[in-house]
């Protein structure tokens, strides 16, 4: 026969003291449930998977003859590039911020990077306008 275990909810632990990275993310607070730190590492891999999109968007333009000018081509393929990095690096830095709220038990912090993303992506839009 099959016990019936009775589900408590999650638990949270004390402070772990040890050696993940980066300490000032995980060196204070209570372990958060997992599921969450899990949508929140997933929202981190959405962004580095955008990351990589500009950054073989930028790349493309750069190999594959486009019917624009050449300079408006290279200023273009180093927006993508640079939007690419600078977005990954804002991804990292808004799941650090969450997962360090998430165990210190505060609101999550508002990071509107997708507002940025697309007035970055418009400007990349300008520009191909403009080497038409």
Request: hydrophobic residues 50%; proline residues 6%.
């Given at each position: 026969?099959?016990?019936?275990?009775?589900?408590?909810?999650?638990?949270?632990v004390?402070?772990?003291?040890?050696?993940r990275?980066?300490?000032?993310?995980?060196?204070?607070?209570a372990?958060?449930?997992?599921?969450?730190s899990?949508?929140?590492?997933?929202?981190?891999?959405?962004?580095?998977r955008?990351s990589l999109?500009?950054?073989?968007?930028g790349?493309?333009?750069n190999?594959?003859?486009?019917?624009i000018?050449?300079?408006g081509?290279?200023?273009?393929?180093v927006?993508?590039?640079?939007?690419?990095?600078v977005f990954?690096?804002?991804?990292?830095?808004r799941?650090a911020r969450a997962?360090?709220?998430m165990?210190?038990?505060?609101?999550?912090p508002?990071?509107p990077?997708?507002?940025?993303?697309?007035?970055?992506?418009?400007?990349?839009?300008v520009?191909?306008?403009?080497?038409l």
């Open positions: 026969m099959i016990e019936d275990v009775e589900e408590t909810g999650p638990t949270t004390g402070p772990r003291r040890d050696n990275w980066p300490g000032w993310v995980f060196g204070e607070g372990e958060p449930d997992p599921r969450f899990f949508a929140n590492e997933r929202t981190l891999l959405a962004g580095l955008t999109a500009l950054i073989s968007g790349v493309a333009i190999v594959v003859s486009v019917p000018a050449s300079r081509q290279h200023v273009l393929t927006e993508l590039l640079a939007l690419g990095g990954s690096l804002g991804s990292w830095v799941w997962e360090r709220a165990r210190r038990g505060l609101p999550l508002s990071f990077f997708g507002a940025v993303l697309a007035v970055a992506i418009a400007i990349c839009a520009t191909v306008l403009g080497a």
